[in-house]
Each structure stands twice: as structure tokens, then as C-alpha cells.
């Protein structure tokens, strides 16, 4: 009994899951049966009189296939409009079916020119420098034009065609570097009587669609403030030697300023001059190293932090120098472009003057590269008077693997220079001398400007060495200088100094 009772169930529950699954088809079939019925049910009460003649069912049916050729036609049309797209206002389809789209800039992402500054370069030119937008450098064809406007206005107005230069081609940001050079006619002389004027530079963006012109006064002329004297080449400069420096950013070193300054200003002697650029990294601390020679007329610093507002190539250091040889072009005989962390030098035979006077021929020459470690120390002296020296004294290995070149800096005659670069001017009249490395070497202590710390990571005794699998020799030729420099300081500027941290 208990086995049938099982069976009964296994039977119950397979027939309420088969139900269950198809409960869907079942309501359907219920639901058509009830509708026969209900037709069933109602047919008799129907009149005898309804009926359909076959003449109205061919109208019927003649009907039907009207209204499927109508929507047979109308998708055909459709199918026609799909395939040729919709053409905006804005579009032009060419003649070989493509659709030409544009596109409209409203407002400015980047000015067509920022100006820094402008001088006089003689009689009758002048340098305009400043930054401009890039891309329409890339992509339009901007133009520059100079004009004279004179205070008195019964002078007439002389307009010329501006040259501009790009000196950081390639380097470039969001802005570029531009030096226009206005130069006017050789039988003219700008403002000749002194009485006041001011020079427009008219610049284009050179756009296609947008030729838009914007005049900007670029310098201007007091009446009786030019002394044109100043541009007689054979008139002596006021410095025979002028450094001017790349953009100061970061963090840098007070005490590696400090040996920097002195060395050099000790280098190339009474008649230098040092043009220092304030990118942000001359805190208070360095400006503390840096016064005691600014006091004596030995160092000048330009604040241009400003310059961050517009992304050029390591802070607009290329308009920077730009800046700085036309503002000092008639002021010096040679300018020098190097960096903080680099440190000039000629043979114990030579003099800086003998040196420049062998190589007067030439409008520039470069200095090729000493490369040192920035962290390889001598310790010959023992730990303790070791950590006591300066840097460039105990930093004294130098790196001697062969690489095809290595980076170098260069001095110029300024007068003959129409722009200049970082690492050598590519606008100048006259030669470029590239072989003056037994006459001159910088060595470059890369790095070291931007570190807060004693720079000695490693001591070592041996002449020749190999670290991190690089080879280096001992060269003492700074590090045997370094007294004569410490000494020179001290009877200069005193022992302001001494307590200067690193």
C-alpha cells in the first residue's frame, strides 16, 4: 500500500509540473475555444440577408495590393534618400562626392603675440621679442610688419617689413619663440632730431579664414632720451665680458650658487658683468648669496616669473637669453651662455683675455663639455676635510665614456648677432669656430645646482675608477683652484658668507 501511495504521488506532481510548464499554451488554447463558442453561439442570430458577392471581394482585394504598391514605392523612395546624406549650411560637397566639413574658433586660446620687450639695435633697426602661438606658426602664415610713428606729426610715418626668427623651432610649447627683427631703409635714420616716437608692430595670425591684425606699441621714445652715439661700432663697451643665464627654477642650492658666482666673477675679472633670470628658483636663501655681489655692481637679477602664465619650452629660456643679448648688445664685447652648473676654464697658461683676443676673428665660437660626476667624491683628504670643501673641489672624477657628441655652450660677439639659442646661434654675420677646446672647456657638474644636500654620495682614492658600470678618471684641475677662489671671496665681499648652508 505504502509503494501505491508513492506512485500516486510521483504521478500527481509530474502532472501538475507538465501543467505548469505549459500553462501559457494552455490559457491560449482555452481562450480560442471560448471564442468558437461564443461565434457558435451568436451565428443564428445573424440575418439570412449578409452576404459577400464575389464582385466585392475582387474590389476588396484589388484594393489591398493599391496600397501595397503605394508602400512598395515609398520605401523604393526612401531607400533613394537614405543613400544621398543631408547636407547643413555649413557643409560643401565637393564634385567627387565628399562631404567638406568646417570648423569656426570663436574667442582665444593662446595670444597672437606676447610681447616681453623691444630695443633699439642702431640708427635705423630695431629687435622685437616675444612669444607667439604655436600652432599658427605650424599652420597659418602670420607676418609682421614695424612702424614709425613719429611724436611730431608733421613727420611722416616709415613702415617696413618685420624678419621674424624662430629660435626654438622644434622646442616649442604652446608658445614659441619669436625675435622680429625692424630693420628700415640704410639711408634712413629713426627719430635723427631725438624728438620722440613710437614703433608699431603690426602682426597678422595669417589665418585663412581670419586675417586678423593686431598693431602693438612696442617701444617708445622719449624726446631727448636716445644718445645714437651708443651704435658707433668703434665706441668701446662697458664690458668686455657679459653672462647672460637660461631661466632659475627649482630648488636650487644656495651653496652651489655661492661657488658659482665667486668662481666666475674671480674667472673673468673687473670688467664682467653677470645677467641672472628669476624662473622661481632664486628663493631667499640664494638671493642672500647673491647680494652682497649685486651691492658691488657685479650681479644683476631680472624677476620674469610672470613668463610661467604662457607655456613655452623650460620656462621661455630661448626667449629669455633673446632678452637678454639685445638689451646688452651694445654694453658688452663678448656674452657668454652657459649654465649655473657649469664652470668655465682655461689652461694655468692662458688668460680669459688672451683667449678672446686669439679667437676676435670669429662671431662665435663654442666651448666644448667636461662632463663630471655629481656625486663621485675624492676622499683622499680624509671624510671629515672632504665633506668641508666646496663642490666643484671634491666632485673631482670625470666622465670618460666615448659618446658620439655631448652638449656645448658658446660666447658671441653680440653685435653681430641677429638671435641666439641655448646651446649656439643660428642667425649671426660672420664665422663660428668649433675647435677652441684646447684654448677653453666648461665642466659641467650636472645636476648638482638642484640638490639640498652634501652632494659626495660615494668616496673614492683611486685615479681611475668604474661605478654603476661607468668609467671615470681623477681630474683635479678645479678642485686645485678651489683655495684661490675661496680666498678671492673672502678679501671681495668679506665673510658674509661663511655660514651659507647647503
Not at 610688419?145 to 610649447?173: A, F, M
Not at 608658445?175 to 608699431?200: A, K
Not at 630648488?251 to 650658487?257: D, E, K, T, V
Not at 610661467?308 to 629669455?320: A, I, L, S, T
Request: net charge positive.
Amino acid at each position: 500500500m505504502a509503494k501505491e501511495r508513492d506512485q500516486n504521488t510521483k504521478d500527481k506532481n509530474l502532472l501538475i509540473s507538465f501543467l505548469w510548464n505549459f500553462s501559457a499554451e494552455l490559457k491560449l488554447a482555452l481562450m480560442a475555444l471560448l471564442v468558437l463558442c461564443t461565434l457558435a453561439t451568436l451565428l443564428p442570430f445573424i440575418p439570412s440577408s449578409f452576404s459577400i458577392s464575389a464582385s466585392e471581394l475582387r474590389f476588396c482585394i484589388s484594393r489591398i495590393s493599391a496600397v501595397n504598391s503605394t508602400v512598395n514605392t515609398t520605401t523604393t523612395t526612401l531607400d533613394n534618400v537614405v543613400t544621398k546624406q543631408p547636407l547643413t549650411e555649413k557643409d560643401t560637397e565637393l564634385t567627387n562626392g565628399v562631404i567638406k566639413r568646417t570648423f569656426t574658433g570663436y574667442g582665444w586660446a593662446a595670444y597672437n603675440f606676447v610681447l616681453m620687450n623691444a630695443y633699439r639695435g642702431g640708427v635705423n633697426t630695431f629687435a622685437v621679442i616675444g612669444l607667439s602661438s604655436k600652432p599658427l606658426h605650424v599652420y597659418a602664415r602670420p607676418t609682421y610688419r614695424c612702424e614709425w610713428v613719429p611724436l611730431n606729426q608733421s613727420d611722416n610715418r616709415i613702415l617696413t617689413d618685420g624678419t621674424k626668427i624662430l629660435t626654438d623651432w622644434g622646442y616649442g610649447r604652446v608658445y614659441t619663440t619669436v625675435v622680429v627683427n625692424c630693420t628700415f631703409p640704410e639711408t634712413t635714420v629713426i627719430n635723427p632730431r631725438n624728438t620722440g616716437g613710437t614703433l608699431l608692430l603690426h602682426a597678422t595670425t595669417g589665418d585663412t579664414d581670419r586675417n586678423i591684425t593686431d598693431s602693438i606699441p612696442v617701444l617708445v621714445e622719449a624726446p631727448n632720451t636716445v644718445d645714437l652715439s651708443l651704435y658707433d661700432s668703434n665706441r668701446k663697451a662697458k664690458y668686455d665680458y657679459l653672462y647672460c643665464g637660461s631661466s632659475l627654477y627649482g630648488n636650487l642650492s644656495p651653496q652651489r650658487i655661492r661657488e658659482w658666482v665667486a668662481y666666475h666673477v674671480r674667472f673673468f675679472g673687473e670688467r664682467s658683468h653677470f645677467v641672472l633670470h628669476d624662473a622661481g628658483g632664486i628663493s631667499e636663501e640664494v638671493f642672500e648669496v647673491l647680494k652682497p655681489w649685486i651691492e658691488l655692481g657685479r650681479v644683476t637679477v631680472h624677476d620674469t616669473r610672470e613668463q610661467e602664465r604662457f607655456d613655452g619650452y623650460y620656462h621661455n629660456q630661448f626667449m629669455v637669453v633673446n632678452d637678454c643679448l639685445h638689451r646688452y648688445r651694445y654694453m658688452a664685447k663678448w656674452v657668454f651662455f652657459f649654465d649655473v652648473d657649469e664652470f668655465v676654464y682655461v689652461p694655468a697658461k692662458e688668460t680669459i683675455s688672451s683667449v678672446m683676443e686669439s679667437l676676435k676673428g670669429y662671431s662665435q665660437f663654442t666651448i666644448e663639455q667636461m662632463p663630471m660626476s655629481s656625486q663621485l667624491c675624492y676622499g683622499g683628504d680624509g671624510p671629515a676635510r672632504t665633506y668641508r670643501k666646496w663642490g666643484f673641489e671634491k666632485l673631482a672624477y670625470r666622465d670618460v665614456k666615448k659618446v658620439p657628441r655631448r652638449d656645448r655652450k658658446y660666447a658671441v660677439q653680440p653685435r653681430n648677432v641677429f638671435a641666439t639659442g641655448v646651446h649656439m646661434s643660428q642667425n649671426l654675420q660672420g664665422k663660428t669656430y668649433h675647435r677652441a677646446e684646447k684654448q677653453i672647456r666648461y665642466f659641467h657638474y650636472h645636476g648638482s645646482i638642484s640638490q639640498r644636500r652634501e652632494p659626495c654620495r660615494h668616496l673614492y682614492n683611486g685615479t681611475r675608477i668604474v661605478h654603476d658600470n661607468n668609467p671615470y678618471v681623477l681630474d683635479t684641475t678645479m678642485r686645485d683652484i678651489g683655495l684661490a677662489v675661496k680666498t678671492f671671496e673672502i678679501r671681495t665681499i668679506g665673510d658674509r658668507l661663511l655660514r651659507t648652508r647647503q
